[in-house]
T-cell receptor, first 111, second 115 residues
Framework: RKEVEQDPGPFNVPEGATVAFNCTYSNSASQSFFWYRQDCRKEPKLLMSVYSSGNEDGRFTAQLNRASQYISLLIRDSKLSDSATYLCVVNMWSSASKIIFGSGTRLSIRP | DTGVSQNPRHKITKRGQNVTFRCDPISEHNRLYWYRQTLGQGPEFLTYFQNEAQLEKSRLLSDRFSAERPKGSFSTLEIQRTEQGDSAMYLC?????????????FGNGTRLTVT
C-alpha cells in the first residue's frame, strides 16, 4: 500500500460546479498536511495547509480526518483556471524523506 | 524575484554524459531539498540539506548522483554517466526551519531529457 494515495482522476466537471477529492495516508504518525496545485509541466505550488479544525481559503476548503487518516479538498464555484493536478502532501516530521507526495488528482473544468 | 531559482530550465544530453543542475533557494531558508518527478507521479525525494550539511539521501540516489551545498546557500545536483531512465523533471525546494510546519517552496525545475 502506498503511503499517500489519491484518485488520479481525471475529474471532469462543468464550470461553477463543486468538486471534492480525498487523499488517504497510511502512517498515523503524520503531523502536517498540505495541498499543492501543479499545472502541466510546471512546478508544484502551495495551495493551502490543512489544519486539524479544517480551514477555508476563498472557494477552497480543506479538512483533516485523523481517525480515518484522510484529508480532503473541496472547491466551490469552480473556474476554468482551477484545471490542474492537485497533490496532497503528508509530513511525518521524523525526517526529510518522510515528506510524502501523492501522485495527484487531475481536475479539468469545462465551460 | 525572491523565489527558488533553478537552472537550466531544460537540458538535453546524450546517454553517458554528465550533467549538473543548480538551485538557488529562498535566501532565508536553511533547508533545501531535491526531488525528481516523472509523468503522472508526484515528486520523489532525492536528498536534503540543512545549511551545508547533507543530512539525508534517498535509496533512489544511485552513486551516479551527487549533490552539494558548499556554503549553505545554492546547491548543485550532478548526474554522471546519464541513462535514459534519468529523464525526468528535477525539482528543488526550500523551507524555513524557523517556521513550524513550514511548507516547501519549489523552483520551476530542470527538465532533463537523455537521448
Amino acid at each position: 500500500r502506498k503511503e499517500v494515495e489519491q484518485d488520479p482522476g481525471p475529474f471532469n466537471v462543468p464550470e461553477g460546479a463543486t468538486v471534492a477529492f480525498n487523499c488517504t495516508y497510511s502512517n498515523s504518525a503524520s503531523q502536517s498536511f498540505f495541498w499543492y496545485r501543479q499545472d502541466c509541466r510546471k512546478e508544484p505550488k502551495l495551495l493551502m495547509s490543512v489544519y486539524s479544525s479544517g480551514n477555508e481559503d476563498g472557494r477552497f476548503t480543506a479538512q483533516l480526518n485523523r481517525a480515518s487518516q484522510y484529508i480532503s479538498l473541496l472547491i466551490r464555484d469552480s473556474k476554468l483556471s482551477d484545471s490542474a493536478t492537485y497533490l496532497c502532501v503528508v509530513n511525518m516530521w521524523s525526517s526529510a524523506s518522510k515528506i510524502i507526495f501523492g501522485s495527484g488528482t487531475r481536475l479539468s473544468i469545462r465551460p | 524575484d525572491t523565489g527558488v531559482s533553478q537552472n537550466p530550465r531544460h537540458k538535453i544530453t546524450k546517454r553517458g554524459q554528465n550533467v549538473t543542475f543548480r538551485c538557488d533557494p529562498i535566501s532565508e531558508h536553511n533547508r533545501l531539498y531535491w526531488y525528481r518527478q516523472t509523468l503522472g507521479q508526484g515528486p520523489e525525494f532525492l536528498t536534503y540539506f540543512q545549511n551545508e550539511a547533507q543530512l539525508e539521501k534517498s535509496r533512489l540516489l544511485s552513486d551516479r548522483f551527487s549533490a552539494e551545498r558548499p556554503k549553505g546557500s545554492f546547491s548543485t545536483l550532478e548526474i554522471q554517466r546519464t541513462e535514459q531512465g534519468d529523464s525526468a523533471m528535477y525539482l528543488c525546494a526550500s523551507s524555513s526551519e524557523a517556521q513550524i510546519n513550514s511548507p516547501l517552496h519549489f523552483g520551476n525545475g530542470t527538465r532533463l531529457t537523455v537521448t
